[in-house]
């Protein structure tokens, strides 16, 4: 129905073949996208070069948001390889073990303060550099979940950063609109990944989910994958702003 053939998309946050973000990236590459990918560190780069070589991922390296220079050098490797920039893909998150496992409210300054740098700031500061680069107008996506909009048990506080990022979502996407710019947030229900299995007792909240929910199964990264194609394409040119929900109906259910 859409192709994305010619166009070009930076893919961070892939950590194993079980991220949301090699969903995103698979699903890009096989609708023609070129693509670019990131691995967080030495560490990563084992598990995530391979993926990037299984989809010809023309881009590779290493990228830790938190640092501006690693940051600027991939843009500018995209800027020297391509031009330009169609699609950014932002599928990160971090919070410190005992922030994330405690109340929200004992939650520490500093452990806000870096929840908030890496799943959501960042998040802007690679929308500020890939702006230039999407002069015809390209697609920003990000990931939350619906912890943002109602308490999950154990969720505690990545939901309000969560919060957080999907209004940075609404205010970007209102703000680049005229430039022809879309920003979007995909709200998979829960799922099996990496970031997800530091959450106490997601186990639980896995199973509760996949019971409840309306098709009574869990949403997999080729769901995610898939969405977050189609918003990359011209046929979702006039779709900005949302939260979209990919997650067999879970979040209508009361």
Same mark, same amino acid.
């Given at each position: 129905m859409f192709s994305l053939e010619g166009q070009t998309a930076l893919v961070v946050g892939v950590a194993n073949e079980n991220s949301i973000a090699w969903g995103c990236a698979r699903a890009l590459r096989a609708q023609g996208a070129r693509v670019a990918m990131t691995w967080l560190n030495d560490r990563a780069e084992p598990? *995530?070069?391979?993926? =990037?070589? +299984?989809?010809? &991922? #023309?881009i590779t390296g290493p990228l830790d948001v938190r640092d501006a220079a690693q940051m600027d050098a991939l843009f500018a490797g995209i800027t020297e390889r391509w031009g330009r920039l169609d699609t950014l893909v932002h599928s990160i998150a971090f919070c410190p073990r005992d922030d994330l496992h405690g109340r929200v409210i004992d939650c520490s300054a500093d452990g806000f303060a870096l929840a908030m740098d890496i799943s959501v700031h960042s998040f802007l500061r690679m929308i500020r550099r890939a702006e230039p680069l999407m002069p015809e107008g390209g697609t920003c996506v990000t990931v939350s979940f619906q912890g943002a909009s109602r308490v999950v048990e154990h969720y505690n506080i990545m939901g309000p950063v969560k919060a957080a990022l #999907?209004? =940075? *979502?609404?205010? &970007? $996407? =209102? #703000?680049l609109g005229p430039a022809g710019i879309s920003v979007h947030a995909l709200s998979p229900g829960p799922m099996a990944t990496r970031a997800a299995s530091g959450i106490a007792e997601f186990d639980e909240l896995l199973d509760e989910a996949a019971a409840r929910a309306p098709i009574h199964h869990l949403a997999t990264i080729e769901d995610v994958g898939a969405f977050c194609a189609f918003? $990359?394409?011209? +046929? &979702?040119?006039?779709v900005t702003g949302g939260v979209h929900p990919v997650d067999g109906g879970y979040s209508i259910i009361g």
């Open positions: 598990h *995530v070069r391979p993926l =990037a070589e +299984e989809i010809g &991922a #023309e #999907e209004s =940075a *979502v609404r205010y &970007a $996407a =209102a #703000e918003l $990359a394409s011209r +046929e &979702a040119r006039n």
